[in-house]
């Protein structure tokens, strides 16, 4: 696990994240390897690593590594883990709407507002954040609005890491 501590070291703690707007890219077309980066730098970066049976999403930020087992991708409930753990922390269902459901207890929905506007919210209508395509093919990029108190969540990991899976991985 050194290599992939060096890389997760380099990206910005949420704590120390102030920017209402972050935005979602993929830095290189040919890589399927997305970041989260504000004006201070990046906070995530999410890539599908694997082959066969083992492929998997690999979501990481400063706080933690996360593996998403998003595939196959007709996979309705997909279980989100720490790196090295084997209980989900959370589970990406796909459904209408998609929903991460975590295993303490919250659970976040995505409401698409329109072809290019989703807001990610609690099931009490909250909103957490919301994303918008500003930039399509060939350079793709997503803006992503953070309410006042979403830095506060302990759940924000998981959520950016499903909000890459949704907006890529339908």
């Known amino acids: ?12 703690r949420l704590q120390d ?23 201070a730098g990046p906070v995530a970066r999410v890539s599908v690593n694997g082959i066969g049976s083992a492929r998997h999403v690999l979501a990481e930020l400063a706080e933690s590594a996360l593996r998403i087992d998003l595939f196959p991708l007709q ?20 459904s ?15 409401r698409t507002e329109s072809a290019f506007k989703t807001v990610l919210q609690t099931l009490e209508a909250q909103p957490v954040f919301t994303l918008e395509q500003v930039e399509a093919f060939p350079r793709w990029r997503v803006e992503m609005k953070l309410k ?15 909000a890459c899976c949704f907006l890529v991985f339908p």
Do not use: C, K
């Open 1 to 12: 696990m050194g290599a992939l501590s060096l890389v997760v070291d380099e990206l910005l």
């Open 17 to 39: 994240i102030t920017e209402e707007t972050l935005s979602w890219t993929r830095p290189n077309f040919f890589a399927l390897r997305y970041e989260l980066a504000g004006l």
């Open 75 to 94: 996979r309705q409930d997909v279980p989100i883990l720490r790196m090295d753990e084997t209980n989900p922390i959370a589970i990406y269902h796909r």
């Open 96 to 110: 209408n709407p998609v929903q991460v459901r975590f295993a303490e207890g919250g659970v976040y929905e995505f």
């Open 148 to 162: 006042q108190d979403a830095y506060a969540l302990g759940d924000l990991p998981v959520l950016l890491a499903a």
